[in-house]
């Protein structure tokens, strides 16, 4: 009887002092799913509902016709050419913002991100007066028979403008917190600027570049405004998916609008999901330099 | 005044500036000079009087109260969002993660009619809400609603990370002396997230004032009750009213100027303070 040891202080049932009640964990828990539920989860569900409603027939014809298919590829093509652009836009502004110390570097990042701060709206009307009828270059563009305004030209630079920004901040914080030793050591070692960049910097930056691809294609693919304003809304000429939705949706055609609509809500979930995988890539190797190794 | 830069051996200095000026110049910088080029055709007092008519004024109020009425009730859940991912768990937690940032992938257009789909009197939401007197869609409460989705990431993406450095032990310290967890709350964790809280409400409260796509399928868009400003724009361009266009366009432009030179302020403030209490 001797022997038995006396027991640890019991921990106390409540909770350890920098956490809340069980009760307040999960009411602020509900709470947040509740609101999340309704601005968010909802409208994500109901796209699909929407679309799928009047049947599987419906849905097929709906994203098969003719306009249908030109959207598509209309706005393929406009993410496929402001991507590669933007992309190497990117890769420049980052190199000459984090490797180099000059006068007005701020400025020069805060008018990169200068596009995000304007409405989509106003994105497109300052391309119709420069190449529009009225605008600067318009006599002269009508004089030569060249249409960029309510043509596909059009579309892809309003694509171009808003999407700007997306790869170049994604790299520019990467590139300052890796610094420029690397680069130095293979500038001594005799490297020129090329091979610096596609055997040291690349492989440092790829998954921030992939990252910054991903988004930039996301908003190219989805914008509406600034694309709405240039486009003409001409149907099957230069109609690009989002514009479609809204054509079919003016004409009460809504089980096609949400069927159009649920390829852009994938193309979302896709985004979404690689966005999570490369996020965990970086999280689970994080940035070292092979110099301090 | 220094030289313009600084000595580096790595290459590519003068390439990559150049491009990269080159580039935005031609894309960017130039097209919004054209806004301001073809303003100045009016006289000031007519700019005056195309910015100020009663259905401009009207426009500026709802977009104004709705982006700041959004703004801040994503500032309130973007808090608690942020807060429940960071500190507790529960099943499929990772999932709602990942969907915070939909509204930064789903195109604007999707986002508009699938809000107006569920927020109509026959709609999923909107169901239980009209017999209570509550009509959302085609009316200005629908444009809030809008702007709430197009706003929700960016307070739950600018306070997060701020929550997960937070150190326990400011936490302990605060339980030792004696502090009940709303104290601790209020008087430690709150000033500590505040700045970045306030990031993300400006964040959202300006991408809420350019808003175009996702409001105007719900707002019903009647003039003076729920028109927004960026929908004038377009209007007044389909009515081949360039002059005036481009005035609400310049006004536009320069709340978008303002709005980035605070959004700059704010996050060198919480910068500071996130580094100074490391």
Redesign the interface.
Known sequence: MTAIALPLPAIPARTR??E??AW??RF??G???A??T???????I??FY?ALRKGWDVYIAAITEPDAVSAIQLTLTAAAIAVP?NL??GV??A??VT?????GKNL?V??????F??????SG??????F?L???LGPWLAEHDIRIIFAVPGIV?AT??VT?PFIARELIPLMQSQG?EE??AA??LGA??WQ??FRITLPNIKWGLLYGVI?CN?RA?????AV??VSGHIRGSTNT???H??IL?NEYN?AA??AV?SL??L???I???L??IVESKTREKPVTTGIQE | MGPFRQHSVLPGFNLALGFTLLYLSLIVLIPISAAFVRTAELTLPEFWDVVTTPRVLASYRLTFGASFAAALLNAIFGLLVAWVLVRYSFPGKKLVDALVDLPFALPTAVAGIALTALYAGNGWIGQYLEPLGLKIAFTPAGVFVALTFIGLPFVVRTVQPVLEDLEPELEEAAATLGASRLQTFLRVIFPAIFPALVTGFALAFARAIGEYGSVIFIAGNMPMISEITPLLIITKLEQYDYAGATALAVVMLMISFVLLLIINLLQGWSRSRSSSSV
């Open positions: 002092p920098i809340e009640a307040v964990r602020l828990i709470l947040a799913l609101f999340l309704l601005f968010l989860f909802l409208p994500l109901s796209v929407e652009l190497v836009f420049a502004a190199w000459a490797k180099f110390e000059f006068r020069l805060t008018l990169i991100d200068l596009p701060s304007i409405s989509p709206v106003v009307l300052i391309y119709v007066l420069i529009g009225q605008g600067w630079l171009l403008f700007v420029t680069e130095e500038v001594v020129n600027g610096i960049f988004l996301a693919m989805g914008e509406f405004g709405s304003v998916l989002p514009l939705v809204e949706y809504f609008a949400f609509a852009l809500a193309l979302a979930l985004t979404l999901a966005k999570a």
